[in-house]
């Protein structure tokens, strides 16, 4: 007989005080009895710390920074988290709309477990790879494999207004387009047709796709910027006001290009550090540079390919990436991107007046080490290879998914 698994409620209708109420119940199993939260989500190189915002848990007691230990076998769990930060990486909760980053919500909880999501009765969707049902007004249910399939899971949920979804087929395979947020200044056939040009180039390229169903999750505010990229998803933000001019709106699709070629480089072809992962410290690798620097450079070729940006937007990238270095950035001369990636916990995503001098960027740089890559590949095989088309061999050979440990050997 199966075992019933252990049950999440988490009730967004106290939006105005941007709170999660949260409740594990116990299910055939135990509840674990030591409730460790996640410090960090993977995509984004910082701990992040995510017990702070976490209240009022019981019954227990802390044992350490993100650890609380049950008292007693309890049948249920509760707490509270502050969810007030418009990041791609942290929560945010208002009275209209929910965009929720999974390691900000639970602790580890090994899995399966079913998670129900309590929204305002006249909120319209709840979005995400993990496939929410309507079961009643206001009530959302999902079925998580493990803590993996949570925490690279986004969901955004909206109010009638707050949000929109759609979705179409490109390759054969179902493409979801949501946002929430403020309403922007293109619609929904317009990010379609943007988007089925991108897909179809990107499949295009590696000669087939790591997922079977993918989800584009927006978010528009004000001075909004950012993207995640997921196995099967993107959460990426934007200001929506502005994808209306064709700067930003190029801006937008390049940023939209760069989560979803992730798919590929850095969720299935990846360094050995980054997937599994331990959600409770750092993950240290020297290799961020080929995951980030070479999508930057895929994300702008893939553009100008796809007929999305013109072929001058593409050189003039180009050119940013050329002259950025060695006119802004006297710590390339002295700075590997090895070293860039495998400190970017304390470097990168911690800047300072100092960093200029003694960092380098692992986009930037990445990026220029994959235009001089593939400059000398097409030039040493005489067109009849490029750094796109060696991608699609990896890709082909290696691709692997993104929670199967790699061979050690
Ligand atoms: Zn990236």
């Known amino acids: 007989m199966k075992t019933k698994p252990l049950k999440v409620i988490l009730d967004l209708t106290k939006g105005s005080s941007h709170r999660v109420q949260v409740k594990i119940l116990r299910g055939g199993e135990n509840i674990p009895a030591d409730l460790s939260f996640p410090v960090w989500t993977p995509g984004s190189y910082l701990v992040r710390e995510y017990a702070r915002h976490v209240t009022n848990l019981a019954p227990a007691h802390k044992v350490n920074k993100n650890t609380w230990r049950l008292i007693g076998n309890p049948a249920e769990v509760s707490y509270e988290v502050y969810c007030f930060e418009r990041t791609v990486r942290t929560s945010f909760l208002d009275e209209n709309y929910a965009s929720l980053v999974g390691a900000t919500l639970l602790p580890l909880l090994g899995g399966p477990f079913e998670v129900?999501?309590?929204?305002?009765?006249?909120?319209?969707?709840?979005a995400s790879a993990l496939k929410f049902k309507k079961i009643a007004p206001g009530r959302w249910l999902a079925q998580v494999r493990d803590d993996d399939h949570w925490i690279d899971s986004p969901i955004i949920a909206a109010a009638p207004g707050f949000g929109e979804t759609s979705r179409f087929v490109a390759k054969g395979i179902t493409h979801h387009v949501a946002?929430?947020?403020?309403?922007?200044?293109?619609?929904?056939?317009?990010?379609?047709?943007?988007?089925?040009?991108?897909?179809?180039?990107?499949?295009?390229?590696?000669?087939?796709?790591?997922?079977?169903?993918y989800w584009f999750l927006l978010h528009f505010g004000q001075k909004l910027y950012g993207g995640l990229e997921h196995r099967d998803s993107q959460l990426s933000q934007f200001d929506g006001q502005g994808i209306a001019e064709a700067k930003d709106w190029d801006a937008f699709l390049r940023l939209i290009a760069h989560e979803y070629i992730h798919a590929w480089n850095v969720k299935s072809i990846r360094p050995r550090a980054l997937g599994p992962f331990d959600y409770t410290a750092e993950n240290y690798?020297?290799?961020?540079?080929?995951?980030?620097?070479l999508t930057d450079y895929l994300d702008d070729y893939l553009c100008w390919k796809a007929d999305i940006i013109p072929e001058e937007a593409y050189w003039k990238a180009r050119l940013k990436d050329a002259t950025l270095l060695p006119d802004g950035n006297p710590g390339h001369l002295t700075r590997s991107p090895a070293e860039s990636s495998f400190d970017a916990w304390i470097r990168y995503y911690r800047p300072d007046e100092d960093s200029i001098n003694t960092d380098v960027s692992y986009y930037a740089k990445g990026a220029l080490l994959g235009w001089c890559w593939d400059a000398h590949l097409t030039k040493a095989s005489r067109g009849r290879w490029t750094l796109p088309k060696l991608m699609a061999a990896i890709y082909q050979e290696f691709g692997i998914d993104a929670y199967v440990p790699l061979a050690t050997a």
């Open 179 to 213: 946002w929430v947020g403020m309403r922007c200044a293109r619609e929904m056939k317009d990010f379609e047709a943007a988007f089925r040009k991108i897909v179809n180039a990107s499949i295009d390229l590696f000669e087939g796709a790591p997922f079977k169903e």
């Open 116 to 126: 129900e999501l309590k929204t305002p009765r006249a909120w319209e969707f709840v």
């Open 285 to 293: 690798t020297p290799d961020i540079w080929f995951s980030e620097g």
